[in-house]
C-alpha cells in the first residue's frame, strides 16, 4: 500500500473511475469523439425531461460533461481551460441535483471525478470538493482516501472535519505505515502544501 498525499493524483483517482489518472487518457478522442458525448448528453437529457427523477439519466450527464472537460483538459498542469470549466459547472449542476434526489448509494466514480472537479485544477470549490471526497471515503474506507478527504477539509478551512479524517486515516493505516499516515495527516493539514500539491500532481498518464 502506497500513501500519497497528492491531492489528485495520489489517490482520489485510484481504483474509481474518473480519477486524474483516468482524467488523462480521456483527452485524446478529438472532435468526433466529443462530438458523439455531445449526442449522448442530449439523449441523456431526452430522458430527464420525461422522467425528472431519473437518476441514471443524471448521473450519465454528469458522466459525459466531466469527459467533454477532461478532453479539454492540459496534459501537463491537469489544468482545465475555459472551456473545460463551463463542462465542469454544467456536470457540478447536474452533480447537486443528482445528489438532491437522495440516492440510497451515490456512485462513488462520479464523485472522484467531481473532487477533482472541484479542486484547484477545476473550479476551486474546497466545500463541494469535500462532499465528493467524503462520499470516496466512506464508500472506500481505506487510509489513502481520508488523507485526501484531510486535504479538501484544510483548504476548505473545515478543522474539525480535517481532525476526523486524519485520526481515521491513522486508524485504517496498517501497523508498519501508522508513522508514514501521522505524518501524511500533518502535511495534508497545510492548506497551501494541498494547493500546491494539486498543481504538482497532474503528471500526463494512461487510464
Same mark, same amino acid.
Given at each position: 500500500?502506497?500513501?500519497?498525499?497528492?491531492?489528485?493524483?495520489?489517490?482520489?483517482?485510484?481504483?474509481?473511475?474518473?480519477?486524474?489518472?483516468?482524467?488523462?487518457?480521456?483527452?485524446?478522442?478529438?472532435?468526433?469523439?466529443?462530438?458523439?458525448?455531445?449526442?449522448?448528453?442530449?439523449?441523456?437529457?431526452?430522458?430527464?425531461?420525461?422522467?425528472?427523477?431519473?437518476?441514471?439519466?443524471?448521473?450519465?450527464?454528469?458522466?459525459?460533461?466531466?469527459?467533454? $472537460?477532461? $478532453?479539454?483538459?492540459?496534459?501537463?498542469?491537469?489544468?482545465?481551460?475555459?472551456?473545460?470549466?463551463?463542462?465542469?459547472?454544467?456536470? &457540478?449542476?447536474?452533480?447537486?441535483?443528482?445528489?438532491?434526489?437522495?440516492?440510497?448509494?451515490?456512485?462513488?466514480?462520479? /464523485?472522484?471525478?467531481?473532487?477533482?472537479?472541484? &479542486?484547484?485544477?477545476?473550479?476551486?470549490?474546497?466545500?463541494?470538493?469535500?462532499?465528493?471526497?467524503?462520499?470516496?471515503?466512506?464508500?472506500?474506507?481505506?487510509?489513502? $482516501?481520508?488523507?485526501?478527504?484531510?486535504?479538501?477539509?484544510?483548504?476548505?478551512?473545515?478543522?474539525?472535519?480535517?481532525?476526523? $479524517?486524519?485520526?481515521?486515516?491513522?486508524?485504517?493505516?496498517?501497523?508498519?505505515?501508522?508513522?508514514?499516515?501521522?505524518?501524511?495527516?500533518?502535511?495534508?493539514?497545510?492548506?497551501?502544501? /494541498?494547493?500546491?500539491?494539486?498543481?504538482?500532481?497532474?503528471?500526463?498518464?494512461?487510464?
Amino acid at each position: 500500500m502506497l500513501i500519497g498525499v497528492g491531492l489528485i493524483g495520489g489517490g482520489i483517482g485510484s481504483g474509481v473511475s474518473g480519477g486524474i489518472f483516468d482524467l488523462f487518457g480521456g483527452g485524446n478522442g478529438g472532435s468526433s469523439a466529443n462530438s458523439q458525448v455531445d449526442k449522448k448528453i442530449q439523449q441523456q437529457e431526452r430522458l430527464l425531461r420525461a422522467n425528472p427523477k431519473n437518476q441514471a439519466a443524471m448521473a450519465a450527464l454528469v458522466r459525459y460533461h466531466y469527459q467533454l $472537460a477532461a $478532453a479539454s483538459s492540459d496534459q501537463r498542469t491537469g489544468k482545465f481551460n475555459k472551456d473545460g470549466k463551463k463542462e465542469l459547472l454544467a456536470a &457540478s449542476t447536474v452533480w447537486h441535483r443528482y445528489l438532491g434526489s437522495n440516492p440510497k448509494k451515490p456512485d462513488t466514480g462520479l /464523485a472522484s471525478q467531481m473532487a477533482v472537479a472541484y &479542486s484547484p485544477v477545476g473550479l476551486n470549490k474546497p466545500s463541494d470538493a469535500v462532499q465528493a471526497a467524503e462520499i470516496v471515503a466512506t464508500a472506500k474506507n481505506d487510509a489513502q $482516501a481520508y488523507l485526501q478527504l484531510v486535504q479538501f477539509a484544510a483548504a476548505a478551512g473545515q478543522t474539525r472535519k480535517a481532525d476526523l $479524517a486524519g485520526q481515521k486515516a491513522i486508524d485504517l493505516a496498517p501497523k508498519a505505515q501508522k508513522q508514514v499516515v501521522k505524518d501524511a495527516v500533518k502535511q495534508a493539514k497545510n492548506p497551501q502544501a /494541498a494547493a500546491a500539491g494539486a498543481q504538482s500532481s497532474g503528471q500526463p498518464t494512461g487510464p
